[in-house]
């Protein structure tokens, strides 16, 4: 497995939990961490080869039993994959785990791609219909990680190119403009603490049941996402501020478990002075957290002494 490919990380830029209720979701690669399948674990911590061998071989029985029920309909050598993980293979990874950059989505995506016998070839541009087909495939992967998966994180580690979702029936590849030169940002917070996406998604899953969450829901969070990512694709800066603030606003006041203590007043300082506006990475609960700035260099003052990574310049 010498030449086996890596498979990069993701960032969900927009679309964290609204995506379940049908919002349009912009999720773009994120190159700083990858991982791979590997038997080579020289210089790699015994633990960490361990419990990644051991995580593996649970989820080929799981990938077993869904081809079984025939509710994974698609052409996969199970036979390899529990074959070499009873060999020792683990996934070597950068890729930090419960930080919303795609650690599990990596994996899925690395499987898919070794034992998968009719695997989408991404070079020959597919269809919109063959990347729904991929994105369903990947969500009953993915599930075994989070108990509920849109297939989204796998997607876009697969096909390692920005993807816009649109509701549950449309996904597409889009061309994303960067301007390198604007003072403005998007960066990383790293709040140093790992989480799991599973409660954090039951949670919210529960929320939605309550009339009330469901109409803020569908009448504010869905709305402001959806017009953060046309502002942002469109390159409307002013546009895109008005909703961020809207957005971070509204994770705030509703999210209240999924934002570590510790950035509550930070969050609230950027609504307050409009310096800057703060959102769910992923899940949230910790890991990282976006922000938003038309100045960044302003920004990083108050940011001192937080660990904090430049995304892309806007």
């Not at 890596?6 to 964290?16: A, C, R, T, V």
């Not at 960067?178 to 799991?196: C, E, P, Q, V, Y």
């Not at 922000?291 to 892309?312: D, P």
Request: glycine share 8%; net charge neutral; charged share 20%.
């Amino acid at each position: 497995m010498k030449n086996e490919p890596s498979f990069n990380s993701k960032i969900l830029l927009f679309g964290e939990y609204s995506i379940i209720q049908n919002s349009m979701g912009l999720t773009l690669p994120y190159t700083e961490y990858n991982g791979k399948l590997t038997f080579d674990a020289n210089e790699m911590n015994e633990q960490f080869v361990t419990e990644s061998n051991e995580h593996l071989s649970e989820f080929a029985n799981y990938i077993e039993n869904l081809l079984e029920a025939k509710k994974l309909v698609i052409d996969f050598d199970i036979a390899s994959f529990k074959k070499d993980t009873s060999e020792g293979m683990y996934f070597q990874s950068s890729i930090p785990q419960g930080f919303g950059v795609g650690s599990s989505g990596a994996l899925v995506a690395a499987v898919y791609g070794r034992y998968a016998k009719d695997k989408m070839n991404i070079g020959e541009a597919p269809s919109k219909a063959a990347i729904m087909e991929l994105k369903s495939v990947f969500a009953k992967m993915e599930s075994y990680f989070h108990g509920n998966s849109s297939g989204v994180d796998p997607l876009i580690c697969y096909m390692n190119l920005p993807l816009l979702i649109n509701g549950k029936n449309g996904v597409e590849t889009v061309k994303v403009e960067l301007n390198n030169t604007g003072k403005g940002a998007i960066f990383l917070i790293d709040t140093g603490i790992s989480r799991s996406t599973e409660p954090l998604v039951k949670y919210y899953m529960q929320r939605m049941e309550e009339p009330s969450f469901r109409e803020f829901v569908d009448k504010q969070l869905k709305p402001f996402a959806n017009n953060c990512i046309q502002a942002f694709l469109d390159g409307d800066k002013e546009t895109l501020f008005a909703y961020m603030r809207l957005l971070s606003k509204f994770q705030f006041e509703h999210f209240k478990p999924m934002i570590p203590s510790l950035f509550n007043k930070l969050w609230k300082r950027g609504l307050d002075t409009g310096e800057y506006y703060l959102k769910l990475c992923g899940a949230g609960g910790g890991g990282y957290i976006l922000g938003f700035t038309q100045n960044y260099e302003l920004t990083k003052k108050q940011f001192k002494g937080q660990n904090i990574e430049l995304l892309c310049s806007i």
